[in-house]
């Protein structure tokens, strides 16, 4: 069978969450949570900016850990597994990206600063890309899959070290801190507290949900390939 | 060893990458001049980040390169089969790949000194071996990306994009130490980034070193 019927339904069950979960964050971003003093409305984009980070450094850790996993145990799923971690990863850093610049653009009036965080992000984002690039160019074969592991391997290695050498660059430090486990004054009110903590519940759904589903599309493009392959097979 | 002295000697009869790279770094330091105003103070300000673009790319070419031969002519086959290990393989192509980009880099300096109208005769030593730890960085993590580069369907296109963002803490590194030289600073105010970039060329090479057995197994 193409799927067994238990992971269909919990895929079913994280389905109906997210959608359920998806229209309690939009009430609670844009009606329940209080207008921030200084910045107004547009900080309420922050309830989408922090969580997309969370799930775009997720993405990208799950990606290194199952290419580490593969080239150990060498079994093909922890390989899909890493490839697609890395495609959502690859969104919801882009995510990050466009809704800091247009955060930044009323905040700090400019769309874009080196700051060590946003530049850790772009460099993350083109280190996703180019693993991305690695692997169409290289085929489906086990060599592609071997080749893209030990980048994903370097390119997790890299990416606290251009957070640490951009902190050393200088004193350009523009992002605001974490808000959460910060210094005393820097807390977040109750309820926005809890719309953030809510959103990122629900992004963390979203991310194993669509880990899932693109997990069970790969699966099925295999199968599918085998399939053409014997029928090739057959008609010759 | 053997493999440092077989990459030299087919270099040197045929001189053929050596010579590219280094009319490409001298044509990049040369396009820059252009690109800003020749000789304005904005030029001066520029000229360490010049110097590590042409570098920086002169080296992706010789990179490019280092692999060529051996899948071109199974070469590659002939070394996997000797009796070394894969690791010695990874040093002897990083060594070979280091030998010629410094090359490259040692011919290039005198005529950026020229252009820039730089006084580099003084902060010398320092700078030598600001490139020396850079240059180490950028033959490990080139070395372990070119051997996958050169085995994708795009080869030399894909090299670039591998290397470039992973290099990107070295080469901030870098030129952040040469502006300092250029500026006259001394031993002291550089250590603080040579040790920063000889971590980095630890972090890579270990890495690289680790890595390279699974790009080249059959």
New interface residues.
């Given amino acids: 069978m193409l799927t067994d019927s238990k992971s269909q339904r919990v895929e079913n069950v994280l389905g109906l969450l997210l959608f359920l979960g998806m229209l309690m964050t939009l009430y609670n971003v844009f009606i329940y949570a209080p207008t921030e003093k200084s910045m107004g409305d547009v900080q309420r984009i922050f309830y989408f900016h922090v969580p997309s980070a969370f799930i775009a450094f997720l993405g990208f850790l799950v990606c290194a850990g199952y290419s580490v996993a593969f080239?150990i145990k060498r079994n093909h799923r922890y390989d899909r597994v890493a490839y697609v971690s890395a495609e959502i990863g690859v969104l919801f850093s882009t995510i990050v990206l466009i809704t800091g610049m247009i955060w930044a653009r009323p905040i700090w009036q400019t769309w874009w600063t080196w700051d060590p965080r946003l530049t850790t992000m772009f460099?993350l984002w083109?280190?996703y890309?180019?693993y991305l690039?690695?692997r169409n160019?290289?085929?489906e074969d086990e060599?592609g899959a071997?080749?893209a592991?030990?980048?994903a391997?370097?390119?997790s290695?890299?990416v606290p070290?251009?957070y640490?050498?951009?902190r050393?660059?200088g004193d350009r430090m523009m992002h605001p801190k974490p808000v959460l486990m910060g210094d005393e004054d820097s807390g977040l009110a109750p309820e926005m507290l809890y719309t953030f903590l809510f959103a990122l519940a629900v992004f963390l759904i979203l991310y194993f949900y669509l880990m899932m589903l693109r997990l069970r599309q790969e699966r099925t493009a295999e199968i599918l390939n085998s399939m053409k392959k014997n029928l090739a097979l057959h008609e010759e | 060893m053997t493999l440092v002295y077989k990459d030299l000697l087919s270099e040197f009869r045929s001189r053929e990458t050596i010579s590219s790279m280094l009319v490409f770094s001298m044509l990049v330091v040369a396009i820059f001049n252009f690109a800003f105003d020749p000789g304005s103070a904005y030029a001066q300000q520029a000229a360490p980040g010049i110097l590590w673009v042409a570098f920086t790319f002169s080296g992706i070419i010789g990179l490019n390169r280092s692999f060529v031969h051996e899948v071109d002519k199974g070469c590659l086959h002939g070394l996997l089969l000797a009796p070394f290990e894969h690791g010695a393989i990874f040093f002897g192509k990083m060594l070979g790949n280091l030998i010629f980009i410094s090359i490259v880099e040692l011919l290039t300096l005198p005529l950026f000194a020229v252009f820039f109208n730089l006084q580099t005769l003084q902060g010398l030593p320092q700078l030598l071996v600001v490139i020396l730890l850079t240059t180490l960085g950028f033959s490990a993590v080139g070395t372990l990306f070119s051997a996958i580069s050169v085995n994708t369907k795009t080869r030399e296109m894909m090299l670039p994009i591998l290397f470039l963002p992973v290099v990107i803490p070295i080469l901030l590194a870098a030129v952040n130490a040469t502006a300092m030289i250029f500026d006259g600073k001394g031993w002291n105010d550089i250590s603080d980034w040579l040790r920063l970039l000889a971590a980095f060329d630890l972090i890579f090479i270990s890495l690289a070193y680790l890595t390279f057995g699974f790009v080249v197994e059959e």
């Fill in positions: 080239l460099i083109f280190l890309i180019a690039m690695l160019f290289t085929g060599r071997r080749f592991a030990v980048f391997i370097i390119a290695a890299d070290i251009v640490m050498s951009i050393w660059w």
